[in-house]
């Protein structure tokens, strides 16, 4: 499904507001109006009996109170909503980047915050203190996911801008909280729930908001955000490094607080061009009353209106799409190991490396080369049409499969760093693909809840990978079974992504079959030309336009 001419131009109406079905479906429209031009060739009659009969389109008025958007009528042709691709949009690409920077660049630091906890919380007596600490960390980043569905419907309800500053604002709290924190408990709640949720709340709005100024440059748009943001995945473990050792953990957490309060000011620039939930929902499902010949009474009405909001907010409808629940499963299946070297891997370098102070490294070249491969894949990605950016997912997940079974098996620093290379890399790729393949599977208008619902899904595996790889540890004493093991579901979830785009070709030709036939024998023969055609009940069928008839 591609993503073009499927938005409706919206503009903000000063008033009360009406939103016609014409004006959401062109198509529609393009069939009613030759409809009515051959209606009314024929007598006065006839012509009046086919208009009453439904040869005029409905409109569906909207109140006040229910909407504050006006959708354009398509009258020449079907105005879709056609993004800018550029001006105010690059300073939304710029907030977008600070935002999935200082989210994405502490978390992928936390392996540093990670050995100053163990410090702090270890207890030599307890054999499970890495699956403890382990927990910090991976409910932050579980809780970005997990929270996901949840920040689909608020962006909905109120807009990418309300959202975000409301994340940040938590998240900020969170970070702050955290540095007053004195157990391993407490820690897991500001740290892990507060600031985990905080920062779904503010990321995810920074995805959506893209697709509302971007379209043909989409692609781009998402590799300058992600490469934009992986220079935080580079200077955050400098910084980290030189400042957690002098002014303890409670000054480091206050300081990256500062980084959330940024980002609450930076997402006011997030101005929504298409209406706040409008066209979220399946067709007949928008905030318009009920009809009064089908639902009469105002209570049925009311209720009627209660029961579309909730099915609207909790919209399932993107799981109708098979394509959609295949790639979904193979991306959660994917990330069960996705998050265990940002968490471990400094452990491993103590570990096996003794001798070395430069731990950190490992990090900077995750970030940096994820950057790189961040725009220029975005780049790439752009060249590539439909859902065959896909492959480009399923060779990332099975390399990044293979890179983190290569981590144990290094003998020599250097070495480690060729595998975070590589490791970045795959990353960059992964995470830039993810939104344009969600507006290529289900459109831009249902783009949000897709992701919504993808990042939820990947949530509780991405939140047990880490502790389970602390487990391990524990219990064989090295990292070895870890990592190995941590490399099978990304391969696993690349082999099932391969086939997103083999049963989506399979689906469309088995419709266009259908359609052809349907055609066959529904449309009547043609009327030769220069004699008029008759628009009689018997001729007449749904759907039935003057350009159908030369088809």
Request: with cysteine.
């Given at each position: 499904?591609?993503?073009n001419g499927l938005d409706n131009q919206a503009q903000p109406s000063s008033g009360a507001s009406r939103a016609e079905e014409t004006a959401a479906d062109p198509q529609t429209e393009r069939r009613v109006a030759p409809r009515e031009a051959d209606c009314g060739k024929d007598d006065q009659a006839a012509g009046s009996e086919l208009l009453e009969a439904g040869c005029k389109p409905r409109l569906c008025p909207v109140s006040d109170s229910e909407s504050g958007?006006?959708?354009?009528?398509?009258?020449?042709?079907?105005?879709?909503?056609?993004?800018?691709?550029?001006?105010?949009?690059?300073?939304?690409?710029?907030?977008?980047t600070w935002c999935n920077g200082s989210i994405f660049g502490i978390q992928n630091s936390f392996g540093i915050l990670h050995m100053m906890l163990m410090k702090e919380h270890a207890d030599p007596d307890d054999k499970t203190s890495q699956f403890k600490v382990a927990w910090v960390g991976a409910l932050a980043m579980g809780m970005i996911f997990f929270c996901s569905p949840v920040v689909s419907m608020f962006t909905d309800r109120f807009g990418c801008r309300k959202t975000a500053v409301s994340g940040a604002l938590l998240a900020f709290i969170g970070l702050l909280s955290t540095s007053f924190a004195n157990s391993l408990s407490l820690r897991y709640f500001t740290y892990g729930i507060l600031f985990g949720c905080g920062s779904s709340f503010a990321f995810q709005p920074s995805l959506v908001i893209l697709g509302h100024y971007f379209r043909q440059r989409l692609g781009l748009a998402n590799g300058v955000v992600t490469a934009g943001a992986s220079l935080f995945s580079m200077g955050l473990p400098v910084f980290l490094n030189k400042v957690v050792e002098p002014l303890g953990l409670s000054r480091t957490f206050q300081i990256l607080s500062l980084f959330m309060l940024v980002q609450a000011l930076l997402a006011l620039l997030f101005?929504?061009?298409l209406p706040a939930g409008g066209g979220m929902g399946p067709p007949g499902m928008g905030?318009?009353?009920?009809?009064?010949?089908?639902?009469?009474?105002?209570?049925?009405?009311?209720?009627?209106?209660?029961?579309?909001?909730?099915?609207?907010?909790?919209?399932?409808?993107?799981?109708?799409?098979?394509?959609?629940?295949v790639w979904a499963f193979g991306v959660a299946t994917a990330v069960l190991g996705y998050f265990v070297p940002y968490v471990h891997l400094m452990n491993f370098v103590k570990e096996q490396f003794k001798g070395t102070q430069k731990e950190w490294v490992l990090l900077v070249c995750i970030g940096a080369s994820s950057g790189v491969g961040r725009l220029a894949f975005g780049k790439i990605g752009d060249l590539i049409p439909g859902l065959q950016k896909i492959y480009m997912q399923v060779v990332s997940f099975m390399a990044l499969g293979l890179m983190s079974m290569m981590i144990p098996q290094c003998v020599a620093f250097e070495g480690l760093v060729v595998v975070c290379v590589f490791l970045g890399l795959c990353d960059g790729c992964f995470l830039t693909m993810m939104a344009p393949i969600a507006f290529e599977l289900v459109g831009p208008m249902q783009a949000s809840q897709a992701i919504g619902y993808l990042l939820g899904l990947m949530s509780l595996p991405m939140t047990a990978g880490p502790p389970i790889a602390g487990l391990l540890h524990d219990y064989f004493g090295n990292y070895t079974v870890a990592f190995s093991l941590a490399g099978v579901?990304?391969?696993?979830?690349g082999v099932v992504l391969f086939f997103v785009p083999l049963i989506h070709r399979r689906l469309q030709a088995a419709a266009s079959a259908e359609e052809t036939s349907t055609t066959d024998h529904m449309l009547p023969t043609a009327t030769p030309a220069g004699e008029p055609k008759s628009c009689s009940n018997g001729d007449i069928l749904p759907g039935y336009t003057d350009v159908e008839t030369h088809i």
């Open positions: 499904m591609g993503i958007v006006q959708v354009e009528e398509c009258g020449h042709g079907g105005a879709a909503f056609v993004p800018p691709e550029g001006g105010f949009g690059w300073l939304v690409v710029f907030a977008a101005k929504p061009l905030p318009g009353p009920a009809n009064p010949q089908t639902q009469p009474g105002a209570t049925a009405q009311k209720g009627s209106r209660v029961l579309g909001g909730v099915r609207r907010y909790f919209n399932l409808r993107v799981f109708h799409i098979l394509t959609y629940r579901p990304p391969i696993v979830g």
